[in-house]
């Protein structure tokens, strides 16, 4: 392939960008299809011990990597965590973390609002799962010679890649949850983590249980969601 047409603005290069277009019954129907499809996405938390290969995994994080993100900065680690023994010690203190969470953390309106999910301080999909995507955001960056290089939108940006990651699972025929263990330092422990990053998101993955039910949830209508101007 020819390498993409260049020009210089400021001393900057810029590289030719083509998008392709559709006419509009193909964009109707792009988008449709898009819904649809994005639609049948769920969270799962019963999942089957089926490894996913590591060239699978590595596509997703590529993906996730294209996330838009303030200056450019790409603020994300992505852990990726298969080891069983790192595995039950992340589920070991996930549950005392849950444990705690549950039985007095919770205010009564929060425990009634998962009620539906039927969810409880047991996780054990963090050790049948055969693959932990744990996020992390670099609140900043550590540079080479020691200095904090500054960070812009890190949430935004992290939580864009989260949203990439997960179409990605589902894309590939995958499962994932994302579980938000609270609080999630512990993840930094485990990790050996540098002092720059701070646990994100905790993503199970992998391919869906044998039998698999999720809550019977809807989700809000277009009216609810959306406000012309
Ligand atoms: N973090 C707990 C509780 C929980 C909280 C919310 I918000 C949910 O949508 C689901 C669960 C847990 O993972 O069980």
Request: with cysteine.
């Amino acid at each position: 392939m020819n390498s993409p047409e260049t020009k210089i603005i400021n001393g900057f290069p810029f590289i030719r960008h083509v998008t392709e277009t559709y006419p509009k019954q193909e964009v109707i129907n792009l988008s449709k299809s898009f819904y649809e499809w994005m639609n049948q996405r769920r969270t799962v938390r019963d999942f089957s011990d089926k490894p996913i290969p590591k060239e699978v995994i590595d596509n997703l994080i590529l993906t996730a990597s294209t996330a838009p993100s303030g200056a450019h900065k790409q603020p994300w680690t992505f852990c990726v965590v298969e080891n069983p023994e790192i595995k039950k010690k992340i589920r070991e203190a996930a549950e005392q973390e849950e444990y705690e969470s549950y039985t007095s953390r919770m205010s009564e309106e929060w425990l009634e609002d998962i009620k539906a999910l039927q969810t409880d301080w047991h996780k054990p999909f963090l050790e049948v799962a055969p693959c932990l995507i744990v996020v992390f955001k670099k609140a900043y960056d550590l540079k080479e010679d020691g200095t904090k290089g500054t960070n812009y939108y890190v949430n935004e940006s992290v939580g864009l890649a989260c949203g990439f990651l997960l179409a990605a699972i589902h894309h590939a025929g995958l499962v994932a949850l994302t579980h938000t263990p609270s609080p999630m330092n512990f993840l930094t422990k485990i990790l050996n983590r540098p002092e720059n990053e701070r646990p994100f998101l905790l993503i199970p993955v992998g391919y869906p249980a044998e039998e698999t039910f999720v809550p019977k949830l809807e989700r809000k209508s277009l009216q609810d969601i959306s406000v012309y101007y």
